[in-house]
C-alpha cells in the first residue's frame, strides 16, 4: 500500500515542525503547502519540515517546499528540511539542488537549532 | 215432460180404477133406485155394488204404490162382479156391453197378451152364465158381449201403444236431456273457470262453482241479479253495459270474444281476469255465456318471467360490464406491473373497439398542449402520427369542452384526422380521458356502418375511458418512477470501470426479465488513494425508487468512508450504524466490501450478510471465501464486524454476485452455488470473457428471475510488456505509481532504480495531468516493456502541451532527465508523448 501523505504539525519553542509521510505528489502537495504556511504564525522563529519519514516525493513537492521557502523569507522566518541521506526524497532534493534555497539536516535536532 | 206420460203412472191407473169401481156401483143403485124389472134382485145387486164401492175405496188407497197382480186382481174382480150382476139383473140385452168396461181397462193397464186373457175371463165367464140360463139368442149374446170389448180393447191398445211409445220417448229425451244438463253443469262446476250466462239484460242466469269460489257469491244469489253489480267494479260498469249492449245488439252469434279486464269478489278484492265472451241466440232469445279465468297467477308468473328474463339481460350487461372492467382493469394491472405507456395504449384501443363493436378506435394524448394520437385500431397509419389543437376537430372539440361529443356523418374536416376519416364514419363518439380533472387525452370511437352507439355505447365508453384514463395515468406516473429509478441505479453503477493497473476489472448488471421494477442490486469499484482498490457487491431489500435511492446513499457512504482510508470492517461498522439510525429500522441491506491493494495482493473483506465472494487461482478448483461472515447492515445497532485477509496472487481472480445469478425458484441456493463454481472453472481468465460467460451459464435464456449483478477482477499476472490508462487527475498518481512499481520489481530492478524510474513516471505523469488543465477527461496512457535489461516507458497524453515553467514543472523535465538513462519529449498537435529509457543494473543514475 502507498499511504497518501500525511501531515502532522507541531511546536517547539518558537519553531513549528511540519511532519510529513507518506508519497507527496500532486494530489495533495499544493494545498499541504498552503495549510503549512498557514500554520506557520508571524511570531514563531522558523520552521521545520521533516520529511525523514517521506516515502515518496516528485516535483509539486519539491515546488511546495520552495513556495514556503519563499514565503518564510518574506517573513524574515527560518525553513530547514529534515532528510535521509541516501533515500529517494534526498535524492529528488539533491537534484532539484533545493540545498541554495533552505538548508537539509539529516536529524530533527540539527534542523530545529538551524531554524530557531 | 207432457201430460199423457202421467196416463202410464200406475197411481193413476190406480185412481181410475177406483173412479170405475164408485161409478159402476153408484150405476148400479141408481138402476134400482129407478123403475125396473122384476126380474131384477134388488138385494144381491146392493151387496154387490158395496163390495164395489170397498174395492174403489181399497184401489183409491192403494194408488200411490198399487202393484201389477193388484191390478189384475181389481180388473178381474171387475168382470167378476159384472157377471154376478148381470146373473142377478136377468136377462138385460144391454147389460152385457158393461164388460167393455173393464176390457178397456185390461187395454189400458196391460199389454195386449195380458189384455186379452182378461177377454177370455169375460168369454168365459158370460159364456158359462149363457150356458146356465139357457137363452135362445145365446151365441149372439156371446159374440156381442165379448166381441164389442174386444173390438173397442184393440183399438184402445193400439192408441194406447202409440201413446206409450210416444211417452216413452219423450221420457227418454227427458232423461237424456236431464243427463246432459247434468253432465253439463258438472263439467261447468268441475271446470276451474267461472261460467256465466246473461240474458240480454245483463242479468245472471247461469253460475257455476267456479263462479262461487271466483266470486263468492252462491249460485242462488247469483241467479237473476245483474252482472255489472255483482262482479264489475263500479269504475267499469259503464264501460260493461256499452260492451254488453253491443254485444246483444250485433247481428248473429259471435264466439269466444276475448277480453281481459278486472274483476270484484264478493269481499271486495279485486283481481285481473280474462273473459271469453259469446252471444247466442236461442229461439229469438239473446243469451251471453262467458267463461272467466282469474289470471291473477299467470300475470304474476309472466311478471316473475319478465322480471326474471329482465335481471337475466341485466345480469348478462352487468357481466359483460364487469368483464370489460375487469379486462380493463387486469390490462391496467399489467400495465402498472410491466407495460409501457405505448404499449398499454396499444392494447386499450384494441380492447375498447372490441367492447363496443366499433369498427375503429383512437387515442389521442394532450402532449405539449396538443391531442397526438397515441394509439389505433382499425385505423390504417402512416407518416407521423397526425396531432390536433385543442378546439380544432372532433377530438380537440372534445378535449376542449371536456365533454363526451356524438357526430353523425361527420365530415373529414370536422373529423381533422384524415386516416379516420378516410375509413368514411358515419357515427363518431368521443369522450375525455380523465386525470385528477385534467384532460389528458380523447378517446373516440366510429362506426362505419349507420348504426348509432347511443346512451348506452356513450356509457360504456365513458366507463371505458375512466379505466384507460386510470391505466394512461398510472403507466405514466410509473414510467417517470420507473425512469427515474433506472437512471437512478444506472448513475449509481460506475459507467466505466476504472483502470486499475495490473488488475483487470468487469462488471455486468441485468436486470430480472419479468420485473419491471429496477432492484436494489448494485456494485462499485472504488479506487483508493493510495492504489487500493475497493470492491463492493450489495443487496438492498426492496425494489424500485426506494431501493435504487437507498443504494445512491449506501454508494455515497462508501465511498466516503473508502475515501477515508478506513479498512473494510470499519468502514462497514460505520456503513450499518448508517443504515440503522439513519435510513431507518426497516431498511436492510447485504453488502461485500473488499479492498485489494494490488502492490502485495493481500485483499481484506468483510461480508455483511452477502454470498460469499468465489476465488479462483488460475486452474486449481475455485473456492468460496466463507470467512467474515457478518450480519446484514441494518438489523442491530452495535454489531462486530469480522474481517479476513486473502492473497490475490498474480493469475487469481475473485467473482463478487447478487442472488440473482445463483439462486433459482424451488432450487436449493448450494446447488447453485456449485453451478457458479463449476461455471467459473473452465471461463476464460479475462474479466470480461468471464462474464458473459457466467451469465450464459447461469441465466435461463429467457432471462433471470431476479436481478443479476456481477463483478469480476483479476490480479493480471506482470509480463515484460504492460499498458495502462489513468484518468487525467492527480490522484490517479498514486495507482500509477503502484503499477509501476510492480512491473519493475517484477523486471527486478533494485530499490534505488524503483524509487528513481517511479519518480520520473511521476513526473512525466503529472505534466500529462497538467496538461489536460480542467477541461480534458481523456486519459493518459503509460506503456511499458522490458528488452533484456533496458525499460522502456513511455507516457502519452492527448492534452495542449505547455511549454514547461521554469519554476515548478521544468523542474519536472530536469528530474527526468537526471533519473533516466534518456528522455524524449514529442509534442504534437493531438498531445505530449514522453519516452524514457533506462539500463538497470542494481545502481543508481
Known sequence: VTDIAQLELGERGAVIVATVTGELDASQAPLMGDQIAEEVPTSAKGLVVDFSSLEFIDSSGVAMLFGLARKLGSRRQRLSVVVNDGEAVARVLEIVDFGKAAPMHADLDAALADAS | ?845
Not at chain 2, 124389472?37 to 204404490?65: E, H, M, N, Q, T
Not at chain 2, 372539440?397 to 370536422?414: G, I, K
Not at chain 2, 470501470?497 to 432492484?519: F, I, K, N, T
Open chain 2, 1 to 845: 215432460v207432457t201430460p199423457l206420460s202421467d196416463l202410464f203412472e200406475r197411481s193413476v191407473k190406480g185412481r181410475a180404477l177406483a173412479y170405475l169401481f164408485a161409478a159402476g156401483a153408484a150405476l148400479g143403485l141408481l138402476t134400482l133406485v129407478l123403475p125396473h124389472d122384476d126380474s131384477v134382485k134388488d138385494l144381491p145387486l146392493v151387496i154387490l155394488a158395496g163390495v164395489a164401492f170397498l174395492v174403489a175405496g181399497a184401489a183409491y188407497w192403494r194408488a200411490p204404490r198399487i202393484t201389477k197382480p193388484e191390478l189384475h186382481a181389481a180388473v178381474a174382480l171387475g168382470t167378476v162382479i159384472l157377471t154376478l150382476a148381470n146373473y142377478y139383473v136377468g136377462s138385460t140385452a144391454l147389460f152385457p156391453l158393461l164388460y167393455t168396461w173393464t176390457a178397456l181397462y185390461a187395454f189400458y193397464f196391460f199389454d195386449l197378451r195380458a189384455a186379452l186373457a182378461h177377454v177370455a175371463l169375460i168369454a168365459a165367464s158370460y159364456g158359462l152364465l149363457l150356458a146356465l140360463a139357457d137363452h135362445p139368442s145365446a151365441v149372439t149374446r156371446w159374440l156381442l158381449a165379448v166381441g164389442t170389448p174386444t173390438i173397442v180393447g184393440l183399438l184402445i191398445s193400439r192408441l194406447l201403444s202409440r201413446l206409450r211409445a210416444e211417452n216413452l220417448a219423450s221420457v227418454q229425451r227427458a232423461d237424456e236431456l236431464r243427463e246432459t244438463e247434468a253432465r253439463t253443469r258438472l263439467v261447468l262446476d268441475s271446470a276451474p273457470d267461472a261460467f256465466i250466462t246473461l240474458d240480454r239484460d245483463g242479468l245472471i242466469v247461469n253460475w257455476n262453482a267456479a263462479a262461487e269460489r271466483m266470486f263468492g257469491w252462491s249460485t242462488a244469489e247469483a241467479i237473476g241479479r245483474p252482472m255489472r253489480a255483482l262482479i264489475v267494479p263500479p269504475e267499469h260498469r259503464d264501460r260493461h253495459d256499452e260492451r254488453r249492449r253491443e254485444l246483444v245488439e250485433s247481428t248473429g252469434n259471435v264466439t269466444g270474444r276475448l277480453m281481459e279486464t278486472e274483476f270484484l269478489r264478493r269481499n271486495g278484492s279485486r283481481f285481473q281476469g280474462e273473459a271469453t265472451v259469446s252471444k247466442v241466440e236461442i229461439g229469438g232469445e239473446v243469451m251471453v255465456p262467458g267463461f272467466v279465468r282469474d289470471i291473477t297467477e299467470r300475470l304474476r308468473r309472466l311478471e316473475e318471467r319478465e322480471a326474471l328474463l329482465r335481471e337475466q339481460a341485466a345480469r348478462a350487461e352487468a357481466e359483460r360490464v364487469a368483464e370489460m372492467v375487469s379486462g380493463m382493469q387486469l390490462l391496467v394491472d399489467a400495465a402498472l406491473a410491466h407495460r409501457s405507456l405505448d404499449a398499454i395504449v396499444e392494447d386499450l384501443v384494441t380492447r375498447v373497439r372490441g367492447v363496443l363493436g366499433a369498427d375503429a378506435a383512437v387515442i389521442y394524448l394532450v402532449e405539449d398542449g396538443q391531442l397526438a394520437m397515441a394509439a389505433s385500431s382499425g385505423v390504417e397509419r402512416e407518416g407521423t402520427p397526425p396531432r390536433v389543437e385543442f378546439g380544432t376537430g372532433f377530438a380537440g372539440q372534445v378535449a376542449e369542452s371536456s365533454e363526451p361529443l356524438m357526430a353523425e356523418q361527420p365530415s373529414a374536416e370536422e373529423i381533422a384526422d384524415a386516416d379516420l376519416a378516410a375509413l368514411g364514419c358515419e357515427s363518431l363518439l368521443g369522450v375525455p380521458l380523465m386525470a385528477e380533472g385534467q384532460v389528458t387525452g380523447v378517446l373516440v370511437v366510429c362506426a362505419t356502418e349507420k348504426r348509432p352507439f347511443g346512451p348506452e355505447g356513450l356509457g360504456v365508453l365513458q366507463l371505458a375511458a375512466d379505466r384507460v384514463a386510470l391505466g394512461i395515468d398510472h403507466a405514466r406516473v410509473y414510467e417517470r418512477e420507473h425512469r427515474i429509478a433506472e437512471t437512478l441505479q444506472r448513475s449509481l453503477l460506475p459507467e466505466r470501470m476504472p483502470q486499475l493497473p495490473g488488475l483487470a476489472v468487469a462488471a455486468r448488471y441485468l436486470p430480472a426479465a419479468s420485473e419491471a421494477e429496477v432492484g436494489g442490486d448494485w456494485y462499485d469499484v472504488i479506487p483508493i488513494p493510495g492504489g487500493s482498490i475497493g470492491l463492493v457487491m450489495g443487496d438492498v431489500a426492496g425494489k424500485g425508487l426506494a431501493a435504487a435511492s437507498m443504494v445512491g446513499q449506501l454508494r455515497s457512504a462508501v465511498r466516503a468512508y473508502a475515501l477515508e482510508g478506513h479498512g473494510p470492517a470499519k468502514a462497514i461498522e460505520q456503513l450499518n450504524r448508517l443504515v440503522w439510525t439513519e435510513l431507518g429500522e426497516s431498511q436492510m441491506a447485504t453488502l461485500l466490501y473488499v479492498v485489494l491493494d494490488p502492490a502485495d495482493g493481500q485483499a481484506r473483506w468483510v461480508n455483511a450478510g452477502h454470498l460469499p465472494p468465489l476465488l479462483a487461482v488460475g486452474d486449481g478448483p475455485s473456492v468460496f471465501l466463507e470467512g467474515a461472515r457478518n450480519v446484514p447492515l441494518g438489523v442491530m445497532p452495535f454489531p462486530t464486524f469480522d474481517e479476513k485477509t486473502v492473497t490475490l496472487e498474480p493469475g487469481a481472480t475473485v467473482v463478487l454476485y447478487t442472488d440473482g445469478l445463483v439462486e433459482r425458484p424451488g432450487d436449493h441456493i448450494d446447488n447453485g452455488l456449485r453451478r457458479l463454481s463449476e461455471a467459473v472453472r473452465d471461463a476464460p481468465d479475462a474479466p470480461d470473457d468471464l462474464c458473459d460467460h457466467l451469465l450464459s451459464a447461469l441465466v435461463p435464456e429467457r432471462g433471470a428471475p431476479d436481478d443479476v449483478a456481477l463483478l469480476v477482477l483479476r490480479n493480471t499476472p506482470m509480463a515484460n510488456h504492460f499498458s495502462a490508462e489513468f484518468p487525467t487527475e492527480p490522484q490517479a498518481l498514486s495507482s500509477m505509481r503502484t503499477l509501476l512499481r510492480r512491473w519493475l520489481r517484477y523486471a527486478e530492478g533494485s530499490d534505488q532504480e524503483i524509487a528513481e524510474i517511479t519518480t520520473a513516471c511521476g513526473e512525466a505523469a503529472t505534466n500529462a495531468i497538467e496538461h489536460a488543465g480542467a477541461t480534458g477527461d481523456s486519459p493518459f496512457e503509460i506503456l511499458g516493456s522490458l528488452e533484456g535489461r533496458e525499460v522502456d516507458i513511455t507516457v502519452r497524453d492527448y492534452g495542449a502541451w505547455r511549454e514547461p515553467r521554469l519554476d515548478d514543472q521544468g523542474r519536472g523535465i530536469g528530474l527526468m532527465s537526471s533519473l533516466m538513462d534518456d528522455v524524449e519529449v514529442t509534442p504534437t498537435h493531438e498531445g505530449t508523448s514522453v519516452r524514457m529509457t533506462r539500463k538497470l543494473n542494481g545502481t543508481a543514475l
